[in-house]
C-alpha cells in the first residue's frame, strides 16, 4: 500500500508565501517523476511542477520564477515552495507520484487528498 499525504496549505494573503509538503509511504520500489497539481472547481487539474529522479524539473508558465519544487535526499518528501502568491493561485493542491511498490513490475501513478490554498487579494 502506498500512500501520499500533503500537508502545508491555507489561507495567504497576496504576495505572500506558503511550503507544501508531500510524504510517500507504504510498500515503495522505487519513486520515479513527481509533481503537484492544482484544481479549482469546475476546471481541469493541471499540472504546477514537477521533478524527476535526477532532479530535473518543468513549471507552468504561470508559477514559473514563482514556485519551486524540491525533494528531499531520500526522496521521499516532495516540497512545493510557493512565493508571490497571487489570488488566482488560489485552488486545492495535489502531489502526484509515478511510484513502483514493492512486488511490481511497473510503476503506478497515486494522488495524494489534496490541500487547500486560498490566497487573499
Known amino acids: 500500500q502506498v500512500q501520499l499525504v500533503e500537508s502545508g496549505g491555507g489561507l495567504v494573503q497576496a504576495g505572500g508565501s506558503l511550503r507544501l509538503s508531500c510524504a510517500a509511504s507504504?510498500?515503495?520500489?522505487?519513486?520515479?517523476?513527481v509533481g503537484w497539481y492544482r484544481q479549482t472547481p469546475g476546471e481541469q487539474r493541471e499540472l504546477v511542477a514537477e521533478?524527476?529522479?535526477?532532479?530535473?524539473?518543468n513549471y507552468a508558465d504561470s508559477v514559473t520564477g514563482r514556485f519551486t519544487i524540491s525533494r528531499d535526499n531520500a526522496g521521499n518528501t516532495i516540497y512545493l515552495q510557493m512565493a508571490s502568491l497571487k489570488p488566482e493561485d488560489t485552488a486545492v493542491y495535489y502531489c502526484?507520484?509515478?511510484?513502483?511498490?514493492?512486488?511490481?513490475?511497473?510503476?503506478?501513478?497515486?494522488w495524494g487528498q489534496g490541500t487547500q490554498v486560498t490566497v487573499s487579494s
Open positions: 507504504g510498500s515503495i520500489f522505487s519513486i520515479n517523476k
Open positions: 502526484n507520484g509515478r511510484i513502483r511498490p514493492f512486488r511490481h513490475f511497473k510503476e503506478h501513478s497515486f
Open positions: 521533478i524527476d529522479s535526477a532532479g530535473s524539473t
